[in-house]
């Protein structure tokens, strides 16, 4: 199998890049821009068509500000990370959807076939300076998970072309935003390549989809109905009709017919390898989401004040436990992902490592950030009233974004199944503990081996008793790896005890009912210890917000006094019609009417 990451001369550059202001300046002042600062609270208000151009002109700005090159695609350079962990990416999760599948998916499996065609280094010119809007098209109606099995085909013709064509409604593609927004788009799309009748294996094509206004011959777009919450884009069901592609539309050698099912499945894994960075990548931006979330409950908690009984004055909400302890440990988590991110890059990215286990770190970077990014969003726009249930207050639309992110480029639950099943066979390995005798390490190694005496008695990972036993426990199996590793990581960067406490605490919580059968750690003491890691922390919460740094990306309405002003001044008003009298005709025989 090819390696993926093979490196790409890094003197092959895009030559149309914006010139200034320099990318850190541009990437600065990203948060304070009119794109998306201005009336960005009032986007409810906007239809599904604005809100998709919106969102699309935000991710050019983003593309526009990174300026990322071919190198640091191909490479993944630290600037590619940076993008996909911007807290503007999480400012607009539309724009963060369009950027990582032009960027990572599109462009990342194109900047390998650079030197295939004069074309191809044409298209990648055009992706990067976002001249069009590039999708990548997987996915199949009938065909999501197990996308080994997509229908799709693409018919080796006399002439060396293709004949693109979706076999059945079940072959259409499905979640790629293909509909016509203005831009004219292109498409990596994978298809069975067929010569002879022989089936070649899945390869990735790529072709025009559409101008921007109407689709390309033989090409149908339907678009769906929006998302609720996310941001939406142009999520579309896609279908071919006989398209015809050009010989240089397949992105490497037609190559040859395999019967061997394993080569089969590695290669398959090479091809769609940028979802495997996009895995990891999609995980990496739970960090931002987390830290937005966590700043602007904390905020509000500090401004939202209640009147209690015997008391002289208001105060605010922040003071209650239930209030600053998930804003404390959303707080702790994303600092401890940070470190835990800086580890797995450094594995991830090794090519010396055993490819599986290089993408074993993905999953398990993803599965844990984004259980921690779905409980801190869930739980934080509750504790805000009212005011938590507004996608303008940002924390439940990001919560609802996280579910997609949770599906997109690696369904969480489908990677953490694979993971297991293949680690408790021992195929491969993962680093093990620094300090093997660690709280998370002993529930790591615990479940590991329980599950592992399990799949010997059973007789099998592809048995009933391993379906019914393991698999549900395949998540719970991973983010222990997660805790373990990411409390690690935390561990040996140095950060503040404070903080590496409180993240020990929670994930212990996590599975408080494991702790308190197999350890000394019963419920009472881990509610001790959560209870002291939050005493501790508390003084540092002001601290810690500005440790985020978000501020700037976090302004929705009930940030500040202000803001709320803003948004309320700015609110649709309905008021009624000047009236001569001061009296009000309170008339309930009208209204009865009404
Ligand atoms: C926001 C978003 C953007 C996307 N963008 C793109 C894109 O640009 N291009 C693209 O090609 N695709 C895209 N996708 C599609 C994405 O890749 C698929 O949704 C994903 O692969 C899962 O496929 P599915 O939705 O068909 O789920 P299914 O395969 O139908 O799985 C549904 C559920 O069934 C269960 N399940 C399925 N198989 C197994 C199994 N073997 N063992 C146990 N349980 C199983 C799991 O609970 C799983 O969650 C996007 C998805 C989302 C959410």
Request: aromatic share 8%; charged share 20%.
């Amino acid at each position: 199998m090819e390696n993926p990451t093979v490196r790409i001369n890094s003197s092959i550059r895009p030559t149309t890049l914006l010139p200034s202001p320099s990318r850190r300046d541009a990437i600065k002042a990203l948060p304070s821009s009119p794109l998306f600062s201005g009336n960005k609270i009032f986007e409810g208000y906007l239809s599904y068509d604005q809100r998709v151009r919106l969102s699309l002109a935000r991710a050019k700005a983003l593309v526009h500000a990174y300026k990322l090159t071919i190198d640091d695609i191909a490479n993944l350079n630290q600037p590619f990370w940076d993008l996909h962990t911007d807290p503007a990416m999480a400012m607009d999760t539309g724009a963060g959807t369009l950027v990582t599948i032009q960027i990572n998916l599109a462009a990342g499996t194109l900047v390998k076939h650079v030197r295939d065609h004069p074309m191809i280094a044409q298209l990648v010119d055009d992706v990067l300076a976002f001249r069009v809007l590039a999708h990548y098209c997987l996915t199949e109606v009938a065909h999501g998970l197990d996308a080994i099995n997509i229908e799709t085909t693409a018919t080796l013709l006399s002439d060396g072309g293709f004949d693109l064509h979706s076999p059945n409604p079940g072959a259409a593609k499905i979640m790629p935003p293909t509909s016509p927004c203005g831009i004219p788009a292109i498409g990596v799309i994978f298809a069975k390549l067929i010569v002879k009748g022989n089936d070649y294996g899945i390869r990735p094509f790529v072709l025009p989809f559409n101008d921007g206004k109407s689709m390309m011959p033989g090409i149908t777009a339907k678009l769906m109905p929006p998302r609720e919450g996310a941001p939406p884009v142009y999520h579309s069901i896609t279908a071919f009709n006989h398209v015809r592609l050009p010989a240089y539309a397949l992105l490497g050698p037609v190559g040859s017919k395999s019967a061997d099912r394993a080569l089969v499945r590695a290669n398959h894994i090479s091809t769609i390898w940028r979802t495997a960075v996009g895995g990891l990548a999609l995980g990496a931006s739970m960090i931002p989401a987390i830290e937005r979330a966590g700043y602007i409950a904390g905020r509000y908690s500090q401004r939202r004040t209640v009147g209690v009984p015997n008391a002289p004055k208001r105060i605010p909400i922040l003071s209650f436990r239930t209030q600053h302890a998930p804003i404390l440990v959303a707080l702790a988590q994303s600092f401890v992902a940070k470190e835990f991110l800086k580890v797995t890059l450094a594995n991830f990215k090794n090519p010396d490592s055993d490819l599986a286990v290089r993408m074993a770190w993905g999953t398990i970077l993803k599965a844990t950030l984004v259980d921690h990014g779905k409980i801190a969003t869930s739980v934080l726009s509750s504790r805000m009233g009212a005011q938590g249930l507004f996608a303008h207050n940002e924390i439940c639309s990001l919560h609802t974004s996280i579910l997609g992110l949770s599906v997109a480029e690696g369904d969480v639950l489908g990677l953490c199944i694979r993971l297991v099943s293949e680690l408790l066979q021992e195929r491969y390995h993962i680093p093990p503990s620094t300090d093997p005798t660690s709280l998370l390490a002993r529930h790591e190694a615990h479940l590991f081996a329980e599950n592992q005496a399990i799949l010997r008695q059973v007789g099998g990972h592809r048995s009933a008793d391993f379906n019914n036993l393991v698999l549900p426990k395949s998540e719970l199996i991973v983010r222990s790896i997660g805790h373990r590793m990411a409390y690690d990581a935390a561990v040996a960067a140095g950060l503040d005890g404070r903080i590496t406490d409180l993240y020990l605490a929670a994930a212990v919580k996590l599975d408080g009912g494991w702790y308190a059968e197999h350890t000394d750690f019963g419920s009472a003491r881990q509610d001790a210890a959560e209870n002291a890691a939050i005493s501790a922390a508390l003084p540092f919460l002001d601290a810690w917000l500005e440790r985020t740094g978000v501020e700037r990306y976090c302004q929705v309405p009930i940030l500040t006094d202000q803001n709320w002003k803003f948004f309320v001044d700015g609110l649709r008003e309905y008021s009624s019609a000047p009236s001569p009298t001061s009296s009000v005709p309170y008339a309930l025989p009208t209204l009865a009417k009404l």
